[in-house]
């Protein structure tokens, strides 16, 4: 399973990204994808996951109602947009698949495969 993740960058505060993880190879075994992110000197923090088989998505609290995850499965794409960003959104941006079950979704540990990271700076 390979998966690229696209669209980080360098935006305002109150500016919105949209970020993109495009996956490869045999994904049909997974429970979920989710975005993950990371900054400086920081534990790697759930964003947002979205579950295979009941197609709900789930949400990190810092980032409700700011967030949307989606899925667009004829292009085995996992999409992220971000709106109001904020100075603390700073982070390098992981989207991952894995089998965890849903009380375990924000868990990064139930994730096995990673891409490789897109760096989101939120600066004036």
């Known amino acids: 399973v390979q998966l690229q993740a696209s669209g980080g960058g360098l935006v305002q505060p109150g500016g919105s990204l949209r970020l993109s993880c495009a996956a490869s190879?045999?994904?049909?075994?997974?429970?979920?994808m989710g975005w993950f992110r990371q900054a400086p000197g920081k534990e790697r923090e759930f964003i947002a996951a979205?579950?295979?088989?009941?197609?709900?998505?789930y949400y990190g609290d810092s980032v409700k109602g700011r967030f949307t995850i989606s899925r667009d499965n004829t292009k085995n794409t996992l999409n992220l947009q971000m709106n109001s960003l904020k100075p603390e959104d700073t982070a390098v941006y992981y989207c991952?698949?894995?089998?965890?079950?849903?009380?375990?979704?924000?868990?990064?540990?139930?994730?096995?495969?990673w891409g490789q990271g897109t760096q989101v700076t939120v600066s004036s």
């Open positions: 991952g698949v894995g089998r965890p079950i849903i009380s375990a979704i924000s868990r990064s540990d139930m994730y096995y495969y």
């Open positions: 979205s579950a295979v088989q009941n197609r709900h998505t």
């Open positions: 190879g045999v994904i049909f075994t997974i429970n979920a």
